[in-house]
């Protein structure tokens, strides 16, 4: 089976995107979102059910959160083809964090990763339409994150011998969905 990991900046559509694709493509795939396995395993562990808590977390905890969410999607992998959401340059309180370290990476194993990206005056504006955050973005922030998550992208491809493809997400989640479906 395979791993096609799919990442974004906060506000890019990324869950829009992997939802859509995800329904087009039927019961061959599952949608992960990483977020979400860390946040199961962080309140089976007693830690948090608060997603946002997650960022002020010490390394060590986030580090083993990371490791039990890597365990879980190999374990699906296992039995089917996953698309697994998630951010590569993750913002916590003492700085910009990998995504998936290493003993992670390796674990999930991903065969393809592709980056969405929009222009951060759009990403800005998602964002801001969202509602209020924990600070103010800007869009040489977001153009910062999108770099980190690239950054991130071109090394994990390289550790893992794997791909990378950019998709554009200016227009509608369908047909962003339908560029990403047609490639897995």
Not at 67 to 73: D, I, N
Not at 99 to 114: C, M, Y
Not at 152 to 176: C, H, K, M, T
């Amino acid at each position: 089976m395979s791993v096609t990991l799919v990442s974004g900046v906060t506000g890019v559509g990324l869950s829009s995107v992997c939802q859509a694709v995800r329904s087009k493509l039927g019961d061959d795939y599952k949608l992960i979102n990483f977020g979400d396995v860390m946040l199961e395993q962080a309140a089976t562990a007693g830690i948090t059910t608060d997603r946002s808590e997650l960022a002020a977390l010490t390394q060590t905890q986030t580090r083993r959160l990371q490791r039990r969410a890597g365990e879980f999607v190999a374990d699906e992998a296992a039995r089917t083809n996953v698309i697994l959401s998630t951010h590569l340059a993750v913002e916590t309180e003492v700085g910009y964090v990998q995504g998936l370290p290493e003993e992670v990476l390796q674990d999930v194993s991903p065969n393809a990763f592709v980056l969405v990206e929009a222009d951060p005056e759009t990403i800005l504006n998602r964002r801001t339409e969202a509602g209020p955050e924990r600070s103010t973005p800007t869009e040489r922030k977001i153009a910062f994150e999108q770099h980190l998550n690239r950054s991130a992208a071109l090394q994990y491809a390289r550790d893992q011998d794997a791909p990378v493809q950019f998709l554009e997400n200016e227009g509608s989640i369908g047909e962003a969905a339908d560029r990403l479906a047609a490639n897995l």
